[in-house]
């Protein structure tokens, strides 16, 4: 059972989350709060597992009031605000819920929540990190990418096309710096001009040929010393 909480300074949002939380199973919602002052008054006694957040509040954002909890519960952002997003995702967040939004849409969120709560008990691990994930934007939305589904990630000119194990190919508007700014030096590495790939997914690498998932990537010439360096390690 999820333990949460849900804060936002109008009412009828609260309604809303305290109704559809009353009919999933796995989620026992504490108590709500419009004050945020209350709210972190109720965390410094109570551990909770989730909190339902709302972005946008006069006293404190919830932004702002995530920054301020001493024990980081799992977070899902509420607003109306759609341009949010990507700070909400930012700070690691769970999910992020544009109202007004449906049952179906809100359940989504939760069973995210679960499966991050699973994995937590399971790794013995307070919460997840955020190299864990990266989050971009494509096709009028934010996109939480796993980095584990990552197989490769492909330049074309100005866009970025990021192979996925599981599901279709994003497309972004994005350049090749700004997409290894947001993944961890450990893990990726530049081999090409158009090329970047996740080092645990090399399967062989033959004259300066990289195979993986299929594919052979090519080694640039003004990479080859950094790759082969971080390879050979």
């Known amino acids: 059972m999820i333990r949460a909480i849900a804060i936002d300074d109008e009412p009828p949002a609260l309604r809303i989350i305290t109704h559809f939380c009353g009919l999933l ?3 026992d919602l504490l108590q709500t709060f419009t004050r ?5 008054q109720f965390l410094a006694e109570n551990p909770v597992d989730l909190l339902f957040l709302d972005i946008n509040m006069p006293a404190m954002t919830g932004i702002e009031f995530y920054k301020a909890i001493p024990n980081r519960a799992l977070v899902i952002f509420t607003t109306a605000y759609a341009e949010y997003a990507v700070t909400g ?6 999910d992020y819920l544009l109202k007004p ?9 939760v069973d995210k929540a679960a499966e991050q709560l699973r994995w937590q008990t399971a790794t013995n691990e307070p919460n997840p990190t ?5 989050h971009v934007r494509a096709d009028y939305k934010v996109y939480q990418l796993a980095l584990t589904d990552i197989l490769y990630i492909e330049g074309l000119d100005d866009y970025l096309k990021i192979h ?7 497309v972004a508007r994005m350049t090749m710096k700004a997409m290894l700014q947001k993944l961890p030096d450990s893990d990726f590495v530049r081999v090409h001009r158009s ?4 080092l645990r997914r090399i399967e062989a ?7 993986l998932a299929d594919q052979s990537i090519p080694i640039g010439a003004s990479y080859e010393a950094d790759f082969f360096e971080r390879f050979s390690m």
């Open 25 to 27: 199973e796995q989620v």
């Open 36 to 40: 945020t002052d209350k709210a972190l």
């Open 89 to 94: 995702f930012d700070l690691n967040a769970v």
């Open 101 to 109: 939004f449906t049952l179906d849409r809100f359940r989504q969120a």
């Open 130 to 134: 955020p190299e864990q994930f990266v």
């Open 164 to 170: 996925r194990q599981n599901g279709y190919p994003i």
């Open 195 to 198: 090329f970047i790939i996740p």
């Open 205 to 211: 690498v033959r004259n300066k040929v990289i195979q």
